[in-house]
Antibody, heavy 114, light 107 residues
Framework: EVQLVESGGGLVQPGRSLKLSCVASGFTFNNYWMTWIRQAPGKGLEWVASITNTGGSTYYPDSVKGRFTISRDNAKSTLYLQMNSLRSEDTATYYC???????WGQGVMVTVSS | DIQMTQSPSSLPASLGDRVTITCRASQDIGNYLRWFQQKPGKSPRLMIYGATNLANGVPSRFSGSRSGSDYSLTINSLESEDMAIYYCLQHNEYPYTFGAGTKLELK
């Protein structure tokens, strides 16, 4: 059974940093691209970042490019999202997903507020 | 960026109804279109992939279709467990983009 378990969320002040983790199990992690998707409270879904199975290429929308970094440790079956220069509009539930969002984690809440 | 225009935003319906939700792509996305169902407090669930393929465990009353740049999700014989918000996603090119969502609710 595919399992994706996120952690690392919480309350952070604007301008500060936070790093999310996602531990994967139930499949061969290094065979799959991975993606972070977020959802602001009461709003729709927004794609945040994707990374190839080797970690050799990464992709971001303009809204987070230059501030967020997706990475992975295939030996630990773990996906990461380093979030810098956080803004109030980054407040959301962040989901770790496999491939094009075929499988989802339970999500982790990030609140950016002073 | 590819825009996904989803309609309607809200869809009141009765149990047993047949309902259709549509997403229109602003550019060609081939069949790189997925549909998700999200219930309150839950993670989204993949329902349809490749525009027309039913994901594992999804009831057969759900179906996906394509007509040109219009992609549709149809639910036949609506059941109470189908009340949720539905989103489309294009993953043909980056940035991936979602439709704004359709809230399916009981009339």
């Amino acid at each position: 059974e595919v399992q994706l378990v996120e952690s690392g969320g919480g309350l952070v002040q604007p301008g500060r940093s936070l790093k999310l983790s996602c531990v994967a199990s139930g499949f061969t992690f290094n065979n799959y691209w991975m993606t972070w998707i977020r959802q602001a409270p009461g709003k729709g879904l927004e794609w945040v970042a994707s990374i190839t199975n080797t970690g050799g290429s990464t992709y971001y929308p303009d809204s987070v490019k230059g501030r967020f970094t997706i990475s992975r440790d295939n030996a630990k079956s773990t996906l990461y999202l380093q979030m810098n220069s956080l803004r109030s509009e980054d407040t959301a539930t962040y989901y770790c997903t496999r491939e094009g969002a075929r499988y989802w984690g339970q999500g982790v809440m990030v609140t950016v507020s002073s | 960026d590819i825009q996904m225009t989803q309609s309607p935003s809200s869809l009141p319906a009765s149990l047993g109804d047949r309902v259709t939700i549509t997403c229109r792509a602003s550019q060609d996305i081939g069949n790189y279109l997925r549909w998700f169902q999200q219930k309150p407090g839950k993670s989204p669930r993949l329902m349809i992939y490749g525009a027309t393929n039913l994901a594992n465990g999804v009831p057969s009353r759900f179906s996906g279709s394509r007509s040109g740049s219009d992609y549709s999700l149809t639910i036949n014989s609506l059941e109470s467990e189908d009340m949720a918000i539905y989103y489309c996603l294009q993953h043909n090119e980056y940035p991936y983009t979602f439709g704004a969502g359709t809230k399916l609710e009981l009339k």
